[in-house]
């Protein structure tokens, strides 16, 4: 099992930037992926970043160039950065643990209100 817990997100204006961490705590020599995720209201959950414990990065077209997935292997954490940020990038984010290639594991979801 793998437990993840984020910080919490906020409301911001639209430019500026934010910051979210994962930590992730019990079987963690399991991870294989680490990732970020967000939903809007009314619409489907999608990927935004991911990261392999190789270090290989993936992005959503829509935030590259903007945001920024990294991971401290000694906090057992990893980390979104956000910058340049749109009204469009509201919505819940979730992190998001692939452990041993097939079990998948999520926060508990934070809130991200970026206002015009």
């Known amino acids: 099992q793998v437990q993840l817990v ?4 906020g409301l911001v204006q ?21 990732g970020w995720y967000r939903q809007a209201s009314g619409k489907q ?3 935004v ?3 392999t414990r190789a270090g290989s990065t993936n992005y959503a077209d829509s935030v590259k160039g ?3 997935i990294s991971r401290d292997n000694a906090k057992n954490g990893w980390y ?8 469009e990038d509201t919505g819940v ?4 643990a692939v452990a041993r290639g097939q079990y998948n594991y999520w926060g508990q979801g ?7």
């Open 6 to 9: 984020e910080s919490v997100g």
């Open 14 to 34: 639209s430019g500026g930037s934010l910051r979210l961490s994962c930590a992730a705590s019990g079987s963690i020599f399991s991870i294989n992926d680490m």
């Open 45 to 47: 959950r999608e990927l």
């Open 49 to 51: 970043a991911s990261i």
């Open 66 to 68: 903007r945001f920024t």
């Open 80 to 87: 979104l950065q956000m910058n340049s940020l749109k009204p």
């Open 93 to 96: 984010y979730y992190c998001n």
């Open 110 to 116: 934070t809130q991200v209100t970026v206002s015009s």
